[in-house]
Structure formats: structure tokens, C-alpha cells
């Protein structure tokens, strides 16, 4: 498969490759955003049309290991989900939606279809996320469509406060995933409980 022109119809929302000609369309999908940058440590806010070639040019399927599933709506980049394929049977998602327009479903539905195009086209049984313990967002939507809580692990993460990884700090990321043995399914969306996740969360 080529993931170069990878296309999912959502009805109103489209997910397809983003590749470096679309490097436009992430600066104006990043011009309200407050925070931490999207895909990587750096920028923190708006991306400059360089800054958002640069980081293109790493989700890049013709030449990197990884690449990226842009969220639209017409023309408009709402989003996109990540995919980094680990080893033959196992893929790591990431994701991230516009500030405007979080918190309306559009990473669910976006991570539900990815998650299941991995598995099904892909033959990808093992679908994960890492997720840093404070990102509330992030563990409800990973709970809510239907992900399970599988570890924490210890100073896993880099906080990226330096560029050299050795003056680096670390923190702990959760581990959650998602199997293709039919043991659970990505949901319709709805909301469920996992006293194991709520309390592994609080500590
Ligand atoms: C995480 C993120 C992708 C969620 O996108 P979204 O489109 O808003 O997510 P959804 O609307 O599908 O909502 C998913 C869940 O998060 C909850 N949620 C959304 N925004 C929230 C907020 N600000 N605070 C708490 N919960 C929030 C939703 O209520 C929903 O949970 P529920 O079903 O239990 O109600 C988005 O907040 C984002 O881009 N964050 C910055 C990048 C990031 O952190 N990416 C994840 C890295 S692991």
C-alpha cells in the first residue's frame, strides 16, 4: 500500500495523507494555537511556513518511517492523526485538532477510523498511544473510544524543556492500546468507566 494518497470519507470530515505541498494549510490550522507545538517540541503556538514544511518533511510517507492523516472539512485542516509503525504488528497514533474546534468529537471520530484502518487495511493488530498523565483530553478521548489503560512507564517521556536530550527532563507516560482480537472495539463514541485508568491517573 502506498500511504501516500491514503483517503477515508467521514461524511463531513475527510481524512488523506498530508505530504509537504500542505504545508499552508498547517499554518493557518496552527494561527489561534496557545500551546505547545503540534507534532513535535517546537514551535510553541503558530507555525511558520517553514516550521510547518519541517515538520511535514518527518511525517513525510515517500521518505520517513511515520506519516500523517489530515482531518478535513472541505479544504479546511482541522486536525490530523499520526501514525508511526513500531514493527510488523504493532503502530503508535498520535493526534492533535485545532484549538477552535476541540471538544466536538472530531479527534474520536478521527482516531476511531484510524485505529480501525490500521487494523483492517494494515493487518496491524496492535494499535497504542502515549499520553502524558495531566493531558485530561487525551486519556478521556483514548478511554472513550474504546482504548484500555495498559502501563505507566516510569520517566519515559521527554519534557523538551532543552533541545539537548541530555539536559533534558523526563516524565512518566501512560501506555494505553488497542487490539484487533476482538477482546475490545473502538466505540460509537460513548462514554465508559475503568476504575483501573481513573486510578492509575491520580497518582
Ligand atoms: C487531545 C485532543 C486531540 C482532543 O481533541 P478533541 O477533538 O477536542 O476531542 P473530542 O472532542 O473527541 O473529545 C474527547 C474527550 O476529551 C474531552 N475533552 C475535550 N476537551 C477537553 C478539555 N479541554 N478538558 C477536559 N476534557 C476535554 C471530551 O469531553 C471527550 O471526553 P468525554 O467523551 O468523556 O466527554 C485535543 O485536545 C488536542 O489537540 N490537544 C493538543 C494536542 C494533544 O494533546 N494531543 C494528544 C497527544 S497524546
Known amino acids: 500500500m502506498r500511504f501516500t494518497d491514503v483517503e477515508l470519507d467521514l461524511g463531513d470530515l475527510r481524512l488523506r495523507t498530508l505530504v509537504t505541498t500542505d504545508a499552508a494549510l498547517l499554518v493557518e ?15 510553541v503556538g503558530p507555525y511558520s511556513l517553514r516550521d510547518a514544511q519541517a515538520a511535514l518533511a518527518a511525517w513525510d510517507p515517500a521518505t520517513a ?6 482531518v478535513l472539512r472541505g479544504r479546511r485542516l482541522l486536525g490530523a492523526v499520526g ?24 479527534a474520536s471520530r478521527a482516531v476511531i477510523a484510524a485505529t480501525l484502518w490500521v487494523h483492517d487495511e494494515l493487518a496491524v493488530p496492535r494499535v497504542w498511544l502515549e499520553i502524558e498523565p495531566g493531558n485530561e483530553p487525551s486519556l478521556r478521548l483514548a478511554q472513550r473510544v474504546g482504548y ?16 539537548d536530550a541530555e539536559r533534558d527532563s523526563r516524565h512518566d507516560c501512560l501506555i494505553w492500546v488497542h487490539t484487533s482480537d476482538g477482546t475490545h472495539h473502538p466505540l460509537s463514541g460513548a ?13
Not at 462514554?191 to 497518582?203: F, L, V, Y
Open 65 to 70: 518511517a511515520q506519516f500523517c492523516l489530515g
Open 148 to 163: 484500555r489503560f495498559e502501563q505507566r512507564m516510569p520517566q519515559h517521556c521527554r519534557a523538551w524543556t532543552h533541545q
Open 29 to 43: 490550522a496552527t494561527s489561534r494555537e496557545p500551546g505547545r507545538s503540534l507534532w513535535g517540541a517546537r514551535p
Open 83 to 106: 501514525l508511526m509503525p513500531e514493527h510488523p504488528g504493532s503502530t503508535e497514533l498520535a493526534y492533535w485538532v485545532r484549538p477552535e474546534e476541540r471538544g466536538r468529537g472530531i
Open 191 to 203: 462514554p465508559h468507566q475503568d476504575a483501573a485508568a481513573d486510578e492509575e491517573r491520580e497518582q
